[in-house]
């Protein structure tokens, strides 16, 4: 285990390596730059804003002094507007991650007692129910979901402020966040719960007259988790890095907006300072998925 | 374990796979965070990306069965006028609505009254003037700033200077080239604390209105230097930076919210009605119409394009500011499509479809809000400079109201002497010879690219292939500077009132001279020293008069080459609470909200 762990993140650091690498040039090729204005900057602004961002030195010697000043922890200014790029992200990913985890942490618990319930229910109103849910929730995209609920309880009903310079809204960016890994997580714990109930060790596990609830949380429920967090893994990675549709219709200041505007305005440094920061994420995420295996099934080797 | 690397080499690629879906939004949200001017118009027209915004007014009256909902914090005003702002340093600052902040939280020389005149802020009187026109001599009240330091003429020639120095990077400094210069420095003396001499270069006849745009407010020294070590406007990138304005900045969440309290150290605090200003930061215009019909918002200037033609007229709550600025496109004077013509026939073939454009349709049908049809480039209601109004009923260049289907005759004709025949269709159309095949460059955008259809249609009358190509804003832009397009769409909001704003762009050297005139070896394009003459003549002429006479003949010999096709002037949308009152905007979109009341 210790040595699979440490081969684990010396590849972990060469991906993250190769993934810089690849997102620093080719931000580099495509058209446009980070000091485009409508009214044109003057040429002696331009120059040196330049010289200022080492945007003036040739594109390798661009990348080796980016990693130098990263290994230093200087992840540099954004080229927009000088804000400091480390504050900036840790300070738009703690929104995000909050309203990640939490609507994270909605979809998976709803997602397995729905998903038990229907395996269990198979082919009663209960499951068909929760099948015609999931079924809705995994079609509907995010915006059409977050701009029906927009309409319901903020205009139709008046519950909820659509935007409030107080106390912002959660509630509604969470549903909006949580429906489609609910769903799909449901649908993922029914059929692999569906799987398992009918295997031997279950039926052994009935015939020597375990309760009904053990069966179901330690043997059926435990072995079904597999093919669920090989989903929830990446999942959780994804929505704690935050959507930029939702984040734009309820008017909240995550990582997912920042990520597309910084592409829309060539920002270089937060380009890249944002992809790494969502790569090693991604790493994190992949690696913990395959710690989880090993716990939830110990019949699982990482030789 | 190829997959784990596969794995996170696609989060890298979604980086670039964004970029596709994103657009939309984004170049609505860029336009209104960085493009100088015409914000507000671009945002409006720009954003119809959002898709869900039908609906959204079916529950506006559910609250209040008198119209949309109202919230009854008679002490703040709940206001959205974009997304985030790039720099709150009103040095740096270059784009309206952040022009918009910069006058609410900062305060100059002079300001704008609710009837549009310049009136004196700081300075206790309108400026002295020398008889040459080159002295301005200007008298500062006693004033603090908001952490109680007094404010001197020195913050002001400090503030001036930092502008100008080549460090700060403004985009703004040019505005200051009409000071004359001490070496590196601006010639401006401080006899005393509270009195400024400003030596120009020549007489100005808008240096008044220069010295109330929010590039000419003043900075407090201290909190500058102490923050801006590394780069320039870190000091006002976080709530509570030191100001001398109606409001101080107390809160702010980042794409979320700000929240500006009154400052009691503003020296006009006690006339100043609304106690605090919270700005929703949105650029998404369908979250925006909501929250304004749910009456989160008082007062918004974007909604949904959609939803234009069913407000306009109808909704009492609906209004429209006048702006100085105008909606165009552009020809490329270098573009392959003139090779082999001479100048006159590369300027009629412009000038023929200047006239099959329908500008009336562009301005019903994509307009929407009450737009005049533009005939001459400086836009309608522009100053003179001289006390006048620069353009009167005699200086158009053609019938605004009758070009496309009526003069589609004249078109022609223009083109037959530029070496062009036509053959009949029979249906009223016409096949040119030889064809012509062009491309129109636009940012993405729902009422760019509606307007450009619109003008496809009408050049097809006579055989002429348009296709028309939208851009990501940021390509679009470098694009356009470049000169890789044949024709483009153009704008531009002016931000002082002087003709010399709009002429000054297409001088040779200019940066926003997106025509290339002057900028190529082509024969087709025409000579521009002129020009560059011409405006440099303007910019050292005393005499006012003949300086408007200069003006004309600048704007004439533009208009003569036809690379400018000016389609309508801008004006601005806005939204209001009937609870509200006291908010007033000047022609060049900035919006004062201090004296606003609310019941």
């Not at chain 1, 081969?7 to 931000?27: D, E, N």
């Not at chain 2, 215009?285 to 304004?292: E, N, S, V």
């Not at chain 2, 412009?350 to 836009?379: C, H, K, T, Y």
């Not at chain 2, 200019?510 to 440099?536: C, F, H, R, T, V």
């Amino acid at each position: 285990m210790g040595r699979y762990l440490i081969k684990r993140v010396l590849l972990a650091i060469v991906s993250i390596f190769i993934v810089s690498a690849i997102t620093f040039f080719v931000m580099n090729a495509i058209p446009g730059g980070p000091f485009n204005k409508e009214k044109a900057t003057s040429a002696e602004a331009q120059r040196i804003l330049e010289e200022r961002y080492n945007l003036d030195k040739p594109i390798g010697e661009q990348y080796v002094l980016w990693i130098k000043n990263l290994a230093h922890g200087d992840w540099g200014v954004s080229l927009h507007n000088g804000r400091d790029i480390w504050s900036e992200i840790t300070s738009r990913f703690a929104v995000s991650a909050r309203l990640g985890g939490m609507a994270a942490l909605v979809a998976i618990v709803l997602g397995l007692i729905l998903g038990s319930i229907a395996a269990l229910t198979r082919n009663r109103w209960p499951d068909r129910s929760i099948v015609f849910f999931t079924t809705l929730g995994t079609a509907m995209p995010s915006f059409v979901l977050a701009t029906l609920l927009l309409l319901i309880f903020c205009l139709k009903l008046g519950w909820l402020p659509v935007w409030s310079s107080s106390s912002p809204n959660y509630v509604l960016p969470i549903i909006a966040l949580s429906v489609y890994p609910m769903a799909y997580i449901t649908r993922l714990t029914k059929t692999s719960m569906l799987d398992s109930l009918g295997q031997d060790y279950v039926r052994t596990a009935k015939a020597k007259g375990v309760p009904g609830w053990k069966v179901i949380f330690k043997h059926a429920l435990r072995n079904a988790l597999i093919p669920v967090v090989t989903y929830v893994g990446p999942m959780v990675a994804y929505i704690l890095t935050g959507s930029m549709v939702v984040e734009n219709i309820f008017t909240i200041g995550g990582l997912g907006s920042t990520f597309v505007t910084s592409i829309t305005n060539r920002d270089y440094t937060l380009i890249m300072a944002v992809t790494l920061f969502l790569a090693i994420l991604m790493v994190i995420a992949n690696l913990l998925t395959d710690i989880a295996y090993k716990l939830i099934d110990p019949r699982i080797t990482f030789e | 374990m190829k997959k784990k690397l596969v794995a996170v080499l696609l989060a890298a690629s979604m980086a670039f796979g964004l970029t596709a879906c994103g657009n939309k939004d984004d170049s609505a949200n860029n336009a209104a965070n960085n493009a100088g001017n015409n914000t507000n118009v671009e945002n409006t027209e720009a954003a119809g990306g959002s898709d869900a915004a039908e609906g959204t007014e079916a529950g506006a009256g559910a609250e209040n069965a008198g119209g949309s909902a109202l919230n009854s914090d008679t002490g703040i005003l709940y206001i959205n006028l974009a997304s985030e702002p790039d720099y709150l340093d009103p040095a740096l600052n270059s784009s309206v609505d952040g022009g918009c902040l910069a006058v609410n939280s900062f305060a100059g020389l002079y300001t704008y009254d609710s009837t549009g005149a310049l009136i004196p802020q700081l300075a206790t009187d309108m400026p002295e003037v020398s008889e040459d026109g080159t002295v301005y001599t200007v008298k500062l009240k006693e004033s603090q700033w908001s952490n109680g330091d007094p404010l001197t003429a020195q913050d002001f020639v400090y503030s001036w200077n930092r502008v100008i120095n080549p460090d700060t990077t403004a985009d703004y400094a040019y505005l200051f080239d009409v000071i004359a210069r001490n070496g590196d420095a601006l010639a401006v003396e401080t006899p005393d604390d509270y009195t400024m001499v400003i030596t120009l270069n020549s007489p100005c006849p808008y240096f008044n209105d220069l010295m109330a745009f929010p590039t000419f407010f003043p900075v407090h020294q201290a909190s500058v230097e102490a923050a801006d070590t590394e780069v320039p406007g870190t000091w006002a990138q976080e709530a509570g930076f030191v100001c001398n304005g109606a409001y101080t900045l107390e809160s702010w969440n980042h794409d979320e919210s700000m929240v500006y309290v009154k400052n009691p150290n503003y020296y006009d605090a006690e006339n100043v009605t609304m106690d605090e200003l919270h700005f929703m930061l949105s650029a998404d215009d369908t979250a925006i119409y909501a929250a304004y019909n749910a009456g989160d918002l008082d007062y918004i200037d974007t909604v949904p394009t959609d939803e234009i033609s069913s407000l306009n007229g109808v909704n009492p709550e609906f209004g429209i500011l006048d702006n100085l600025g105008t909606y165009y496109v552009g020809f490329n004077v270098n573009d392959p499509l003139f090779d082999g013509k001479t100048v006159e026939e590369a300027a009629k073939m412009r000038q023929a479809m200047n006239l099959l454009i329908d500008r009336q349709f562009i301005v019903e049908n994509v307009g929407q809000s009450g737009q005049v049809a533009a005939d001459s480039f400086v836009p309608l209601g522009m100053a003179d400079g001289n006390g006048g109004e620069f353009k009167q009923a005699d200086t158009s260049y053609y019938d605004a109201q009758s070009t496309g289907a009526l003069m589609v005759e004249d078109a022609k004709a223009l083109f037959e002497e530029a070496g062009y025949s036509f053959t009949d269709n029979g249906d009223g159309t016409y096949a040119i010879d030889p064809a012509i095949n062009m491309t129109y460059l636009t940012n993405d955008g729902s009422g760019h690219i509606a307007a450009a259809e619109s003008m496809q249609q009408d050049f097809a009358v006579l055989g002429i292939n348009m296709e028309i190509k939208s851009e990501d804003w940021n390509v679009f832009l470098e694009n356009r500077k470049n000169g890789n397009f044949t024709i483009a769409r153009e704008g531009w909001l002016a931000d002082y009132n002087d003709p010399i704003n709009m002429l000054e762009l297409f001088t040779s050297d200019s940066g926003n001279n997106d025509m290339q005139l002057g900028k190529g070896s082509g024969e087709s394009a025409p000579d521009w020293s002129d020009y560059d003459a011409l405006i440099k003549e303007i910019r050292n002429t005393t005499d006012f008069a003949a300086r408007v006479d200069l003006l004309h003949q600048a704007e004439d010999m533009l208009m003569e080459t036809g690379a400018v096709i000016p389609l309508y002037y801008y004006n601005d949308i806005y939204m209001q609470k009937p609870n509200v009152d006291g908010i007033y905007a000047t022609v060049f979109g900035m919006k004062y909200f201090m004296y606003a009341t609310k019941n």
